[in-house]
């Protein structure tokens, strides 16, 4: 009997209107464009602005896109995954709100949370349903408005993010494509490096901790790089290898966009020209949970039947991963 694998059948990706620049930005904090662009590859991000506009927004309109694109019926939904650390509240999870505004009366539907690998991790979950044979139809979303948890006078952390949602849809196939393979890992050690000080279970918002600016991102740049760097570069390599790839056999890298230094190095270690790897650091920045579906639907036309793909990722926590994917249609 042939295995029956998930396959990716559909991309679309949501990036909000405004436009923030590093110009902007030298309005903000002491920092400058040349500084940003030459550390980072970022140029400017997209900011979710407005009232009572949390990160659903950005997915709901992923997953509208998603489903007209695909000539996907919302009741058709077995399942929403969204992968996100910026939720529109603590409950119920932005999954259930965003199945509810895009009429997908029939999904159940969770929240995950791995930083800037919750795509990864989504990704391989839902996998596992379709896999089981569970499910027919389910939908990953990957989004984030980090501009909600960014403190804008800390110049280490403000230049790095931007909002923005993608989704993909997964549907069983029994040919030799789909979610071939996956190495994700986690190291709980790393959180003093990356993570928010408060606003959890173990230190609830207080008038001290808003006056402290504890609810905002905070990062060790330094020690995060050098994780980051060594950690999403092996488990990218272990995948290849252990599914006997060479570099001349990948088609795409497709990585998390943080930091281009940090893309740049993954790619060597993997015997990957730049030509081969997906970057859109430098227009949406840091979206955390976006940033790889976003890759992924705006390289949509460039992927062929058969291609193989490496998509990695490194994020707070400390959590990282690599997965194998071989596309599963041409150009529409």
Known sequence: MDKTRAMITGIQGYVPDYVLTNKELETLVETNDEWILSRTGIRERRILKGEDQGTSVMGIEAVKGLLEKTNTKAEDIDLIICATVTPDLPFPATANIIADKVGAKNSFSFDLAAACSGFLFALNTGAQYIESGMHKKVIIVGADKMSSIVDYTDRTTCILFGDGAGAVLLEPTTEDMGIMDSILKSDG???????????????????????????????????????????????SAEVMERNGLKGDDVAWLVPHQANKRIIDATANRMGIGPEKVMMNIERYGNTTAATIPLCLWEYEKQLKKGDNLILAAFGGGFTWGATYVKWAYNPK
């Open 189 to 235: 050690s790393g959180e003093p490096f990356l993570h928010m000080k408060a606003g959890g279970s173990r230190r609830p918002a207080t008038h001290d901790t808003v006056e402290k600016r504890e609810h905002f991102a905070y990062q060790e740049g330094a020690t995060v790089f050098k994780f980051a760097v060594t950690n999403m570069a092996d488990v």
